[in-house]
């Protein structure tokens, strides 16, 4: 014979007390339990509290005493203070290029020889570059040798051919040649085959397209040289964050090669063009590199301090965000709470500012939020966020 047994887990009414019609009996940690009579909570056992049945719209909860306690539900007056923060970026390290020098022929030619093959070696200003043979520049050499003899043997003629020295040493020396060559020249008394050509400039090759033997025209590029006591960090920002970085001011530079140094540098520029499809903007800062530790190429950190604004500041855990809406609760009377939508501005790591949606003095909730709001949606459904959109919180009114 079947004998079955049935397990009632319905409250039992601890006494006989008539039902209600404007509250209902809860658990405090079981709020899904209510009931229209005192008694006890089928899960725990505590004993159920009375909760008046209220009627709040749909962006406001009423709670008791006891949920507020037990729920650590703590709020704070809305002010106004200073609120600065710093952003980091990734960057990387480049030539400084208004520290780059072209070294271009300045004839028609042959190089015959090059005495820098390679890319990175440094050059020191006066050091022979390359040697060049070109009949043009030969012949202006003959030229100059030729009115000098004619000036030093002919001086007393109606000729002036000291003009004629000048002009021909003018164009021997807009051609590339020093005052230590032309002095030369004289006193060989015949132009040689080859005229060696001498870097202007300090710095590490870093481009050479030409080889030996190869003919360049006037102005081909024979190197180029960077100097890099100086180099730039290149960092690409959010089109958002520009307002808040003081163009003029300082960053600070970390290598993560080069662990425990820091580079103080000044921003120097800012594009005035956005790459439309990610909505960057590139910032770029001049850094010393006096010590030569830092390399073009190396990765680096970028540590910006953002300007000091007067707003409304909240804590960041006082704002409820899902990835579309920004809110907050705000507390409207002793055991009642509202839910507003906010419109955030700068961020640090445990403030945030509120750009509309709240007034000064409004009475914040700080601490419990998410406790609150999960209160919210048991109590009122599970779609409360896409129902408060499209209603007017005030976040837009201000």
């Known amino acids: 014979m079947f004998t079955g047994i049935i397990l009632f887990t319905a409250c039992k009414p601890k006494q006989q007390a008539p039902p209600l019609e404007d ?27 009375i909760v008046p049945k209220t009627h709040s719209a749909v962006n406001e909860i009423i709670l008791n005493e006891e949920q507020i306690k037990l729920g650590n539900i703590q709020s704070d007056t809305l002010r106004a203070g200073l609120m600065g923060d710093q952003v980091i970026l990734t960057g990387t390290l480049n030539i400084d290029e208004s520290r780059v020098t072209s070294i271009n022929a300045r004839i028609m030619g042959r190089i015959d020889r090059l005495y820098i093959k390679t890319l990175g070696t440094y050059v020191r200003k006066g050091t022979a570059l390359f040697d060049l043979y070109s009949e043009e520049l030969n012949n202006a050499q003959q030229e100059y040798i030729i009115a000098v003899e004619k000036q030093q043997s002919l001086d007393n003629s109606i000729i002036d051919f000291s003009r004629l020295v000048e002009s021909a040493k003018t164009k021997l020396q807009l051609w590339g040649m020093n005052e230590s060559q032309l002095n030369q020249l ?19 090759v870093i481009d050479l397209p030409v080889i030996e033997g190869q003919y360049v025209t006037e102005g081909s590029t024979i190197a180029k040289l960077a100097d890099l006591s100086m180099l730039w960090v290149e960092a690409q920002v959010y089109a958002s964050q520009i307002s808040g970085i003081d163009m003029n001011g300082k960053a600070t530079v970390q290598i993560p090669d080069l662990p425990g140094k820091v580079w103080q540098g000044n921003i120097q520029f800012a594009n005035p063009q956005l790459a439309t499809d990610l909505r960057l903007n590139l910032i770029r800062i001049s850094v010393s590199n006096t010590n030569g530790q830092l390399k073009p190429g190396m990765a680096a950190y970028v540590i910006i301090k953002n300007k000091e604004v007067h707003t409304l500041t909240l804590p960041s855990h006082a704002v409820l965000r899902d990835g579309t809406h920004d809110m907050v609760w705000v507390q409207t009377g002793p055991l009642n709470f509202k839910l507003k939508m906010v419109d955030l501005g700068l961020e640090t790591d445990d403030r945030i500012e509120i750009k509309s949606g709240l007034e000064p003095g409004e009475l914040v909730v700080t601490s419990g939020a998410y406790l609150l709001y999960s209160e919210y949606v048991f109590k009122k459904g599970g779609n409360t966020m896409a129902d408060m959109e499209g209603m007017d919180m005030g976040a837009h009114q201000h």
Request: glycine letters at 2%; a neutral charge.
């Open 186 to 204: 004289l006193k060989a008394k015949k132009p040689s085959q080859l005229t060696t050509f001498y870097s202007e400039a300090s710095g590490y």
């Open 23 to 49: 509250a209902y009996y809860t658990c405090s940690m079981h709020p899904q339990i209510r009931e229209d009579h005192p008694c006890t909570c089928p899960i725990c056992h505590m004993d159920l509290f």
